[in-house]
């Protein structure tokens, strides 16, 4: 049944890419997407043209409640959801893929992280034969089709928004993995019964970019580190790095965070006299007063936790210092998670 519902979208898109011309000077947004405060699924003669945007001031209007998104009661195809044109050649193409990873999409006028299971794909318009217009009017009709609602009010680049997360256009893009200006931008979310979905289509005169998302955890890939490592560590370099796992974008101390917080209560329990100063550190992507934020409230959550396991709170104290501290270069995913941690420092008597 998979196999047949995959092959029938993929003659559908065949069919509509066969039908390519000369390359028209329109804007790439042809066809209007309904915004999330449309119901789920709606006919297509009842479609309208989008409203103009509204003023920056007025942004509860740019507030998108997911949860009141209805459930899409049709079969979606399964991941990723949608695929490269058929003419395009496999030798052309460019996809990244990752069974867990992070993504950064626009919902409403605010940034918004998922995690799951990722894969992004890039291709020119030459190769795949087909216009810029055309490739915005298929892809964002075979989203649409699926039950897909678009829930982005605001684009990458404009001035309201840049200005509203840290007015730094370059992270924005990176955080985004948006490549370059000239690129339109639709993030679509998906609720299916099985979990959320989400697809942010990027067309440019030149090439598009796909990125497919499945929501999902993961445990953790992290060991524990123990009372007693964390004790030998504090007593030969005066401080210890750990990776407590937290909600994304969020002070929530998750479950599988917890275990390395109980084994800090264990280890203060049985050394009555140690003192820690608990510090949170990030990567360097995204708005930099928001990541010294964020790393100071981590830090707090850590310590209301151990205060909660009993440790006397005149013991700890609690401190963010953002990016600024980076234990490796940030220009790898692989460097920044291992600059997003917790330090405990070991607080001289005194």
């Known amino acids: 049944m998979t196999k047949q519902f995959n092959a029938a979208l993929c003659l559908s898109i065949s069919l509509a890419f066969a039908l390519s011309g000369c390359k028209p000077k329109a804007p790439a947004d042809a066809l209007q997407a309904p915004v999330a405060s449309a119901p789920a ?14 003023p920056a001031a007025a942004s509860a209007a740019a507030v998108v409640d997911l949860d009141k998104i209805a459930v899409i009661a049709k079969p979606v195809p399964p991941f990723p959801f949608i ?46 034969k087909i216009s810029q217009f055309q490739a915005q009017r298929d892809y964002t009709k075979a989203v649409l089709d699926m039950g897909g609602i678009k829930v982005n009010t605001a ?29 339109s931008y639709e993030a679509y979310f998906l ?29 953790s890939s992290v060991k524990v580190v123990t009372a007693a490592a964390m004790k030998s560590e504090l007593d030969s370099k005066g401080h210890v790095a750990l990776y407590i796992n937290f909600d994304t974008d969020k002070a929530a101390i998750r479950p599988d965070g917890k275990p390395a917080v109980d084994e800090i209560a264990a280890l203060m329990k049985k050394e009555a006299a140690l003192r820690l100063a608990v510090e949170g550190h990030t990567d360097n992507v995204g708005d930099k007063a928001r990541n010294v934020t964020l790393s100071r409230e981590r830090a707090q959550a850590v310590v209301q936790a151990l205060v909660s396991d009993g440790i006397d709170s005149a013991r700890l104290s609690a401190a963010g210092h953002g990016a600024e501290k980076p234990v490796t270069d940030n ?18 008597k005194g």
């Open 41 to 54: 699924s709606v006919p297509e003669a009842a479609a309208a043209p989008a409203a103009p945007p509204a």
């Open 83 to 128: 695929d490269y044109p058929p003419a395009v050649d496999k030798q052309y193409y460019s996809t990244k893929e990752s069974d867990f990873d992070q993504v950064h999409l626009i919902l409403g006028d605010k940034v918004h992280a998922v995690e799951g299971r990722v894969r992004a794909i890039h291709f020119t318009l030459d190769k795949a």
């Open 155 to 183: 684009k990458p680049h404009d001035s309201a928004f840049v200005a509203a997360h840290g007015d730094d256009k370059s992270e924005l893009d990176k955080k985004l993995r948006y490549e370059f200006h000239t690129y």
């Open 191 to 219: 609720p299916t019964a099985t979990g959320r979905k989400w697809i942010v289509l990027m067309v440019s005169d030149e090439a598009v970019d796909v990125i497919s998302v499945e929501e999902k955890q993961t445990a």
């Open 331 to 348: 220009g790898s995913e692989e460097g920044r998670a291992k600059n997003r941690r917790v330090e405990l420092v070991k607080v001289a």
